[in-house]
């Protein structure tokens, strides 16, 4: 009876480390991906104040993908697409409270894209190669 408890408190520290363990590098992936999204997209840092709502990577062997979210105040998110190399100097696409600019990707990627939401102040950045 006690050998039985013990394996399930082991069992039970295995499970709790890993689940540690994959938070810490979920962590370091998640800020690889923003920073490697800006990167493809030819974007200047976030807005200090941004808070990011999805970080999502995509793809195979063959392609590689990511998306990020984030919101920001209104005038930040205007100043950081004006700082960015790849938006300062392109007119977007309006489509009601939505905004897209199809920016030159850098670094290797294909397709290169941001959609603003200015009625909720969501940011959608989008980047791939293939």
């Known amino acids: 009876m006690i050998k039985s408890k013990k394996i399930y408190v082991i069992f039970g520290l295995i499970v709790l480390f890993l689940i540690i363990a994959s938070s810490v590098v979920s962590c370091r992936d998640q800020k690889?991906?923003?920073?490697?999204?800006?990167?493809?997209?030819n974007l200047s840092s976030f807005p200090e104040n941004a808070k990011i709502t999805s970080v999502k990577k995509t793809?195979?062997?063959?392609?590689?993908g990511f998306r990020v979210k984030f919101t920001a105040p209104e005038k930040d998110i205007r100043k950081w697409l004006h700082d960015s190399p790849s938006t300062s100097l392109i007119t977007p696409e309006k489509n009601g409270d939505v905004e897209k600019y199809f920016i030159k990707s850098a670094g290797g990627a294909q397709f290169a894209e941001i959609i603003y939401n200015t009625k909720t102040n969501e940011v959608y950045v989008r980047v791939y190669w293939s």
Do not use: L
């Open 59 to 64: 793809g195979s062997i063959f392609t590689r």
């Open 32 to 41: 690889d991906i923003v920073r490697i999204t800006q990167e493809w997209a």
